[in-house]
């Protein structure tokens, strides 16, 4: 079965600090892809990556950075000199890749509060 | 910047009560998904439609709920006689084929 899991629930820190949400993923499948999605407090949910299990090079967007490892099953999210702004819930989530449903499996989702 | 439309953005609905709940995808998106967020936990998968066509309904409670995509107009997510634990956020997603899900707004229903 597939499984996401994201242990920090809440994490709190100053602005300016890195940060680091950690995901843990469970799948049998040997395509699958990994996603982030944000969900700041006004509610709605935005897409911020997506990684194909076939591709481990790491990625960066600006202040974000993703380091995605098969040898531990992990795909962690890293904001640098973190904003106020970022304050939000991140949610990691997993989808195979073949096969008819595109469905998503998320994690319980990590609360970041940013402090000025 | 037209993105995934859903409707109302509030619900209430007094026990036992119909609530339908309308999505709109993006411009050239044919796959459309359902997800419930509860109090205080991550979005669970509920249903994956195409036009006209259920593919995976495996997420939703087996009573009261169902969904549709029609060939013409939006996708609805229908709860009928709704209860209590009904009361979440309902957010639907669409995407063109392969492509990553992008998502609504929510609608936020309240049960009273």
């Known amino acids: 079965a597939q499984k996401v899991t994201q242990a920090q629930t809440e994490i709190s820190v100053v602005e300016k600090e890195d940060v680091t949400l950690d995901c843990v993923y469970e799948?049998?499948?040997?395509?699958?892809?990994l996603f982030w999605y944000k969900q700041p407090p006004s509610g709605e949910l935005v897409f911020l990556i997506r990684?194909?299990?076939?591709?481990?090079q790491n990625e960066i967007s600006g202040r974000y950075s993703w380091n995605f490892q098969k040898s531990t099953s992990s795909f962690n999210f890293t904001i640098t000199a973190s904003q106020v702004v970022d304050s939000a819930v991140y949610f990691c989530?997993?989808?195979?890749?073949?096969?008819?449903?595109?469905?998503?499996?998320f994690g319980q989702g990590t609360t970041l509060q940013v402090k000025p | 910047n037209a993105g995934v439309m859903q409707n109302p953005r509030h619900l209430v609905r007094r026990r036992g009560q119909e609530a339908r709940l309308r999505c709109s995808p993006m411009?050239?998106?044919?796959?459309v998904y359902w997800y419930r967020q509860l109090p205080e936990e991550g979005l669970k998968f509920m249903v994956y439609?195409?036009?006209?066509?259920?593919?995976?309904e495996s997420g939703m409670p087996k009573e009261r709920f169902s969904a549709e995509f029609p060939k013409e107009g939006p996708s609805i997510l229908r709860i009928q006689q709704v209860v209590r634990g009904d009361s979440a956020a309902y957010f639907c997603?669409?995407?063109?084929?392969?492509?990553?899900?992008?998502f609504g707004d929510g609608t936020r229903l309240s049960i009273l």
């Open positions: 799948t049998r499948d040997t395509t699958y892809y």
């Open positions: 997603a669409s995407s063109r084929q392969d492509q990553p899900q992008h």
């Open positions: 989530a997993l989808s195979e890749a073949r096969g008819n449903t595109g469905k998503l499996i």
């Open positions: 990684r194909n299990s076939f591709d481990e």
């Open positions: 439609l195409q036009k006209e066509n259920i593919i995976d």
């Open positions: 411009k050239g998106h044919s796959h």
